[in-house]
């Protein structure tokens, strides 16, 4: 039965699915008896070939949004945002499965708090959900976009919502206040970052976020783009460049440009000595479309609000050693996983 015991909400939730069956029935069976009356449930499936469509499709109360191909993950939001009617959309991994309660948070904090317009919940490592994996987005000065709380102790983490920088797209919600005022996903992005780009956007506005200690939810990390992979590296390093262009005025730049030159420099060095090659490949894909970037950030800017809200809103540039320290010890809990 659903939770019938939480306040009404329009609430719509968008999964993107791309050859996730395996995770889906557990994904679904822990979301669907959290939805308030009312609630809407689209599941995009970016032309998976795992009979993930077909098993989808014989899921009652399900709207499944079927793309022909894989478009990636911000363009598949938008897929799911355009047939949703809620005015706050949930947004959730296929390959996360939501703890009790974590629905009925987020309808709490949309009602407790009418100022805030983004929400982050917790995820945790499925396989050690005593550790945080991400509770939303913290942005450095360096133009780095990190995960706020990374492998720490879930019994340390404060009990009250806390403000964050933005919440991370696979546990977040979103007002369709907010949307409609800074738009949706650039579904160029294809995955990673994207909701960085957003969230930027949302602070250029003057929008709050906060992140929601009680909405959890176990993530089986990267399970669609393998954690260290080519693929991801590219992403990674083109979409960084895209948000910092795009969405840093000019006198954020000014103060920042030090931090995002030295990360740079060190990033590229240690691309060439290690020959990870598609890290370089993404740096110069993002310098090959700067001229349409800088006309996106003329149009982005022009709309911002007085002040420096987004300088006020990055966090310092961590040291070298900081940030290898962190990759360590993810690396360590990683390891621990056991193959699924």
């Known amino acids: 039965m659903r939770d019938r015991a939480m306040p009404a909400v329009a609430l719509s939730v968008v999964i993107v699915n791309w050859n996730g069956r395996r995770y889906l029935p557990d994904c679904l069976a822990a979301l669907v008896p959290q939805l308030p009356d009312g609630a809407e449930l689209i599941v995009v499936d970016n032309g998976s070939r795992d009979g993930s469509r077909e098993w989808l499709a014989q899921q009652a109360g399900v709207t499944l949004v079927a793309l022909e191909e894989n478009v990636g993950f911000a363009a598949g939001v938008n897929a799911g945002l355009r047939v949703a009617s809620g005015e706050a959309i949930l947004l959730l991994n296929n390959d996360a499965f939501v703890e009790p309660g974590c629905v009925a948070a987020f309808c709490a904090a949309l009602r407790d708090h009418p100022d805030a317009a983004a929400f982050g919940g917790v995820l945790l490592f499925d396989h050690a959900p005593h550790l945080v994996a991400s509770a939303g987005i913290v942005m450095h000065c360096d133009g780095l976009a990190l995960d706020l709380w990374p492998c720490r102790p879930l019994a340390s983490v404060p009990a009250q919502p806390q ?65 260290g992979s080519p693929f991801k590296s590219r992403l990674l390093a083109r979409n960084r460049w895209r948000v910092i262009v795009r969405g840093f005025p000019a006198a954020t730049l000014v103060r920042c440009a030090l931090p995002i030159a030295g990360y740079e420099l060190a990033a590229c060095v240690v691309a060439l000595l290690t020959r990870r090659w598609a890290a370089l490949a993404g740096r110069l894909e993002a310098l090959g479309e700067l001229h349409r970037l800088l006309a996106e950030r003329r149009a982005i800017l022009h709309r911002r609000h007085a002040g420096d809200l987004l300088g006020r809103a990055l966090a310092p540039a961590r040291w070298p050693w900081q940030l290898h320290a962190g990759q360590r010890r993810l690396d360590e809990v990683l390891r621990a996983r056991r193959a699924p």
């Open 163 to 227: 403000p964050i920088f933005g919440p991370s797209g696979g546990l977040a919600l979103y007002r369709r206040t907010l949307l409609d005022d800074i738009g949706w996903f650039d579904a160029r992005f294809f995955a990673y970052l994207e909701d960085a780009d957003l969230a930027v956007r949302a602070v250029l506005r003057g929008w709050r976020s906060l992140v929601i200690p009680a909405a959890r939810a176990r993530h089986i990390y990267s399970a669609t783009g393998v954690h």
